[in-house]
């Protein structure tokens, strides 16, 4: 069973908007404390893009802030991240991430974002 399944990447042009959803099985959605999205372009680490708290307190990685947000509905055990002026350098495969409270650390299968110039 998949505990965590996200969606919605694609290609976008330069300026446009994606938004991505992770959807965390029942299995594991009352352990979650944090939850987050990376991403990892070729040839690069595996970067946080931003995550968000059980209480909804929210951290972004300064490329993103302003054009990116995160948000989670808890009574659909789903995390959001809204794309917005996308920029090529977005380009990635984009993981969400869920942490328990005792630390223990899912992932999701990732989806690809393309933005074309």
């Known amino acids: 069973q998949k505990q965590l399944v996200e969606s919605g990447g694609g290609l976008v042009q330069a300026g446009g908007s994606l938004r991505l959803s992770c959807a965390a099985s029942r299995s594991i959605i009352f352990s979650i404390n944090r939850m987050g999205w990376y991403r990892q372009a070729p040839g690069k680490q595996r970067e946080l893009v931003a995550d968000i708290t059980s209480g909804g307190t929210t951290n972004y990685a300064d490329s993103v802030k302003g054009r990116f947000t995160i948000s989670r509905d808890n009574a659909k055990n789903t995390v959001y991240l809204q794309m917005n002026s996308l920029k090529p350098e977005d380009t990635a495969v984009y993981y969400c991430?869920?942490?328990?409270?005792?630390?223990?650390?899912?992932w999701g299968q990732g989806t690809q974002v393309t933005v074309s110039s």
């Open positions: 991430k869920g942490t328990s409270w005792s630390r223990e650390n899912y």
